[in-house]
């Protein structure tokens, strides 16, 4: 993914995949033939999704399946909210597996936001 995006309109949707420096957009707006009479494009740097696994959600999930499962369980110490350290843990290993197994497919996000949007003068 390319650092920076570019529009004529500031508040558009879509973006124009520019290019990794400013200048760089400038001139593709500049060549572009959706230009019109336009004097001026917006440039803001993009940001990619980043995938999270929250392990808390996840076993909460887990014990709502068992609870279904057996109302027994409705005792299980699935994890404790004291030990941070452990859900942490099992979060970063949860998003690892689940960055892997999108890598490896090929379906890793091919979205993106535009932030710090400026105007830029042609």
């Known amino acids: 993914m390319v650092k920076y995006s570019w529009n004529?309109?500031?508040n558009a949707e879509?973006?124009?995949?520019?290019a990794d420096t400013i200048a760089e957009c400038i001139a593709q707006a500049r060549?572009?033939?959706?230009?019109?009479?336009?004097?001026?494009v917006y440039i803001g740097e993009n940001i990619s999704f980043?995938?999270?696994?929250?392990?808390?959600?996840?076993l909460e999930q887990i014990a709502s399946e068992?609870?279904?499962?057996?109302?027994?369980?409705e005792d299980w110490d699935i994890?404790?909210?004291?030990?941070?350290?452990?859900l942490?843990?099992?979060?970063?290993?949860?998003?690892?597996?689940?960055?892997?197994?999108?890598?490896?497919?090929?379906r890793e996000p091919s979205f993106w936001t535009v932030e710090g949007i400026k105007r830029y003068s042609l």
């Open 8 to 10: 004529f309109n500031e």
């Open 14 to 18: 879509r973006w124009h995949e520019g």
């Open 31 to 40: 060549a572009s033939e959706e230009r019109g009479d336009s004097t001026a």
């Open 50 to 58: 980043g995938v999270s696994v929250d392990a808390e959600s996840v």
């Open 66 to 73: 068992a609870y279904e499962f057996c109302e027994l369980a």
């Open 79 to 86: 994890y404790d909210n004291k030990k941070q350290n452990e």
């Open 88 to 106: 942490n843990e099992l979060s970063e290993q949860l998003t690892a597996v689940v960055q892997a197994w999108l890598t490896k497919y090929n």
